[in-house]
């Protein structure tokens, strides 16, 4: 059975960072290309980053690109996302899911975890 565990979400200042890691489970991580999702209050969900199986590629939304790092460690089966220069509009839940920019939304998630950004 495929599990995902995010954490490291919580409130913080706009212009501070954030480290989110995935936990993952029950699949062999490594052979995965994974991507980071994230749902806003009352708005669909939206793809915010991917990367390939290695680890060697990734992949950004508009929105974060610069400010947003998506890594890996196959060897721990984690995912991470760094979050620099966080801004109110990055307020979200955010959740790791099996896929790449195409495929997340048939993928499998995690639970999630809340990213709040505010002063």
């Known amino acids: 059975e495929v599990q995902l565990v995010e954490s490291g979400g919580g409130l913080v200042q706009p212009g501070g960072s954030l480290r989110l890691s995935c936990a993952a489970s029950?699949?062999?991580?490594?052979?995965?290309?994974m991507s980071w999702v994230r749902q806003a209050p009352g708005k669909g969900p939206e793809w915010v980053s991917a990367i390939n199986s290695g680890g060697g590629t990734t992949y950004y939304a508009d929105s974060v690109k610069g400010r947003f790092t998506i890594s890996r460690d196959n060897a721990k089966n984690t995912l991470y996302l760094q979050m620099n220069s966080l801004k109110p509009e990055d307020t979200a839940v955010y959740y790791c899911?099996?896929?790449?920019?195409?495929?997340?939304?048939?993928?499998?998630w995690g639970q999630g975890t809340q990213v709040t950004v505010s002063s």
């Open positions: 899911a099996t896929g790449d920019s195409s495929s997340w939304y048939d993928g499998s």
């Open positions: 029950g699949f062999t991580f490594g052979s995965y290309d």
